[in-house]
């Protein structure tokens, strides 16, 4: 399968600053998605983006899939984007392959 | 919309005995749903894929006799822990991909914890 890998592990950041989280894969991808886990384990849909950037807000995203690479952007950090992200994919199969997670620590 | 439930979203159940776990799209349609776990600290892992009316299809290292899978509806899959023992203990998540529309995102359920003793 697709390899998945994500940095940095662990990120703590002072309520305010701004970050980016990055994901690399090992082969191209017809699905790429970011999500991110609440303390109680529910997987929240942040972005689908195979290619090109998008913003939802403080977070936005951007897939160079020439490059094999995608980078999720938060800015203005606040307390409750605390949790753990995780970037995923596909090769066409829609089985998501998940990278190991960038726990995010944001601190008041 | 696309919402996934799971129930329970909790069980506690001695060695060896079988819990069965459901995953329900509650707006819309799914002939594939995924099943994937999840141990503490880690990332998730698909587990099977269950498919609507077929056999479910299991990833490398899973054991299909002891996670038995059933598809019987449009909107709902069950994951069936047989015997289960202390190390099948894990987060369990299911997710749905919608039959209509552009089948881009999984919507994923709130998943059930899974504490055998």
């Known amino acids: 399968g697709i390899q998945v890998e994500q940095s940095p592990p662990d990120l703590i950041l002072q309520e305010g600053a701004n970050s980016t989280l990055r994901c690399n894969f090992s082969d191209s991808v017809n699905n790429l998605q970011w999500f991110h886990q609440n303390p109680w384990g529910q997987l929240i849909n942040l972005f689908y983006i195979p290619s090109g950037t998008k913003q939802n807000g403080r977070l936005s995203a951007t897939t160079v899939a020439t490059e094999r690479y995608s980078l999720l952007y938060i800015s203005s950090s606040q307390t409750t984007d605390s949790g753990v992200y995780f970037c995923a994919v596909d090769g066409g199969d829609y089985k998501l392959s998940f990278g190991a997670g960038t726990t995010v620590t944001v601190r008041a | 919309g696309a919402v996934v439930s799971q129930h329970p979203s909790r069980v506690i159940c001695k060695s060896g005995t079988s819990v069965k776990i459901e995953c329900r799209s509650l707006d819309f349609q799914a002939t594939t749903m995924f099943w994937y776990r999840q141990f503490p600290k880690q990332s998730l892992m698909l587990m099977a894929t269950s498919n609507e009316g077929s056999k479910a299809t299991y990833e490398q290292g899973v054991e299909k006799d002891k996670f038995l899978i059933n598809h019987a509806s449009l909107t709902l899959s069950t994951l069936t822990v047989t015997s289960a023992h202390p190390e099948d203990s894990s987060f369990y998540i299911c997710?749905?991909?919608?039959?209509?529309?552009?089948?881009?995102?999984?919507?994923f359920g709130p998943g059930t914890r899974l504490l055998v003793l």
């Open positions: 997710s749905a991909l919608p039959l209509a529309g552009p089948q881009e995102t999984q919507y």
